[in-house]
């Protein structure tokens, strides 16, 4: 994939099959990061990949790093609002 360009199909679906197998490493310090990452991977795919997504920033939110992070409310917001509006899951 070049810098700017869309993932393929087949780029994302590798990408988020990495992520889920790091975000299962609990002892990496980097874990936080990797969950963060993948749920904003998943975010507007299908609807399990949305409420899967959701559920990962709900997670990070009981995070002693990450739970104050003011981007992960900023997604969680944009989600309900994408709900509320009937543009997402």
Do not use: F
């Amino acid at each position: 994939m070049e810098a700017g360009q869309p993932w393929t199909d087949a780029e994302r679906a590798e990408a988020i099959t990495c992520l889920r197998e790091a975000a299962r490493r609990r002892a990496d310090p980097a874990r936080e990061q990797t969950v963060y990452n993948l749920s904003n991977i998943l975010h507007g795919g299908s609807d399990a990949d949305d409420v899967e997504a959701r559920e990962l920033l709900l997670e990070l939110t009981e995070s002693p790093s990450y739970g104050r992070a003011w981007y992960v409310h900023r997604d969680l917001g944009g989600m309900a609002r994408a709900r509320h509006e009937g543009h997402g899951r």
